[in-house]
């Protein structure tokens, strides 16, 4: 019965491959995001989908493209790795609790390594 | 300067003790204050989160916020070996009706030594 689920757990890849992550919540919300989270452990938004609308696009190269096929998925394409792109990726999904405040759940993490 | 400041450790304590975990943060537009623990190689785990000024108590935790001051903290009573992770505070601000935005701190990494 898992929340927030993602696939696969480790990638590693050679430097300008093409690959995807995808993410899956079976907890009904609407609202989706992806995160990076670098070797610091510093963690910054990426994406944002609500009901399979894009909401946010933080600074993010073009290299990357979120698609939604419905609101329980939102997936993570990337175009021509870079070795920079090495990361853990982090999928969450949000609950709107009352009319000011949001409480997002996270996924597992997918390690990236790009070689 | 970055919107949200939070001490990277690590922080060491012994068992039983208590923790005092902070973040100070310069954005007045956030709403709402979360505080997150991440397990070596896991995802983040919601503990708490208030939207308003003062104490929230759960448990052994608990969040205070003083919005005045930009400054929110997190204790953690009895501290126990199982609390050794990272702590994230999280800033949040509502964009839609529906979406809204965290900006995290870096991180603490907390050990509690038996």
């Known amino acids: 019965d898992t929340a927030v689920s993602q696939t696969p757990k480790y990638l590693v890849t050679q430097m300008g491959n093409d690959k995807s992550i995808k993410c899956e919540q079976n907890?009904?919300?609407?609202?989706m995001y992806w995160y990076k989270q670098d070797s610091k452990k510093f963690l910054k938004i990426m994406f944002s989908y609500n009901n399979k609308e894009l909401i946010i696009n933080e600074t993010v190269p073009n290299r990357f493209s979120p698609k939604s096929p419905d609101k329980a998925h939102l997936n993570l394409h990337i175009n021509s790795l870079e070795l920079g792109d090495s990361a853990v990726y982090f999928c969450?999904?949000?609950?709107?609790?009352?009319?000011?405040?949001?409480?997002?759940?996270f996924g597992p993490g997918t390690r990236l390594t790009v070689l | 300067q970055k919107e949200v400041e939070q001490d990277p450790g690590p922080l060491s304590v012994p068992e039983g003790a208590i923790v005092s975990l902070n973040c100070t943060y310069s954005?007045?537009?956030?709403?709402?204050f979360m505080w997150y623990r991440q397990y070596s190689r896991k995802g983040p785990e919601l503990l708490m989160y208030?939207?308003?000024?003062g104490n929230k108590e759960d448990g052994r935790f608990t969040a205070q916020v003083d919005k005045s001051s930009k400054y929110i903290s997190l204790f953690i009573r009895d501290s126990q070996p199982s609390d050794s992770a990272t702590y994230l505070c999280a800033m949040g601000t509502m964009l839609t009706g529906t979406a809204s935005k965290l900006t995290f701190g870096t991180g603490t990494r907390l050990q509690v030594t038996l």
């Open positions: 907890l009904g919300h609407d609202t």
């Open positions: 954005n007045s537009a956030f709403q709402y």
């Open positions: 969450a999904s949000s609950h709107l609790r009352g009319a000011d405040t949001d409480t997002q759940y």
């Open positions: 208030t939207y308003s000024s």
